[in-house]
């Protein structure tokens, strides 16, 4: 006994069932509409105060296009770069940034490797140790970090601006993760054709782990690039600042320079934007390979 569908039901169940997707696509348009207005307009309004004139930022309802384009302009990002020695800290970041984060993608995926690949005595004790230092804030280590850099002689120096961070845990629990699924077939080929452990290291895993080392660069970079605490306690004199440490300048005790304020964040987040969105591509392949939630 077959049972007839009438048409006139068929046409109304796939009416109900478009008009359900068409509702539930547009309410998803509309959520992330309203998250990405409110993750990006600060940045939208970090970006208009930039243009505007000394004076005018402080108005209700704050404006994001100008009424009056003659008071709008570039003017704050030339007495930015000429007269607060700019060019300067940004070259201390950049250095300070970019030493920070190719130490972490060398030592972090080493240490990675020999925790994913190699046997010895004490391995998961001694991982576990390492992980375990991530529950321990680093306001508490930061004063003992501090007497050591100053015995050592490394106050006010681009060694205590970076050797204390040249590797981390995170990073070294991030690539053990990815260089476990990479297959062990690939490492004793390479052995049997004569490549010693190091040479197995840099041919076989480095290549394979683009994606995971993407994600770390991008981690270690951003937050070595916003850090201000510790700089601002190693770096004593003005020409060691960082572009963070630096910006703390515009705010007065008593006024603060807004427009200088706000061109100086705007000009700080261009690397970082630049990094991500050329390394989004590995960067989210990393996060999904290596299990890793950001």
Not at 58 to 83: A, C, D, M
Not at 104 to 127: C, H, I, M, S, W
Not at 177 to 189: C, N, V, Y
Not at 242 to 258: K, N, P, S, W
Request: with cysteine.
């Amino acid at each position: 006994m077959s049972l007839k569908t009438n048409p006139t039901d068929r046409i109304q169940r796939v009416k109900q069932r478009f008009d359900n997707e068409t509702i539930g696509r547009t309410v998803h348009i509309l959520a992330l509409a309203v998250v990405a207005t409110i993750m990006i307009g600060p940045f939208l309004y970090m970006f208009a105060v930039s243009l505007m004139k000394p004076g005018t930022v402080q108005q209700l309802p704050p404006k994001f296009i100008p009424s009056n384009p003659v008071k709008w302009g570039l003017h704050n990002y030339e007495r930015v770069l000429t007269n607060f020695n700019f060019t300067r800290f940004l070259l201390n970041s950049l250095l300070v940034t970019s030493i920070v984060t190719v130490f972490n993608l060398f030592f972090d995926t080493l240490a990675g490797y020999v925790f994913a690949k190699l046997e010895f005595p004490g391995r998961k004790v001694l991982f576990m140790t390492i992980l375990a230092t991530l529950m321990i804030p680093s306001q508490i280590t930061i004063v003992p970090l501090y007497i050591l850099m100053d015995a050592l002689g490394f106050i006010n120096t681009y060694i205590g601006l970076t050797v204390p961070f040249a590797a981390s845990a995170f990073g070294i629990f991030l690539m053990k993760q990815f260089i476990e699924t990479i297959p062990s077939d690939l490492e004793r080929a390479a052995m049997v054709d004569g490549c010693s452990r190091f040479e197995v290291f840099y041919k076989v895993i480095v290549p394979l782990s683009k994606p995971a080392m993407a994600t770390l660069g991008i981690f270690t970079f951003i937050g070595t690039w916003n850090s201000f605490l510790w700089p601002l306690l190693i770096a004593q004199d003005q020409s060691m600042y960082t572009l963070e440490v630096a910006l703390a300048q515009f705010q007065g005790r008593f006024e603060q320079d807004l427009t200088a304020l706000m061109t100086g964040m705007t000009l700080t987040s261009i690397p970082v934007i630049i990094l991500f969105v050329s390394l989004q591509k590995y960067y989210v392949q990393g996060i999904k390979l290596s299990g890793i939630k950001a």
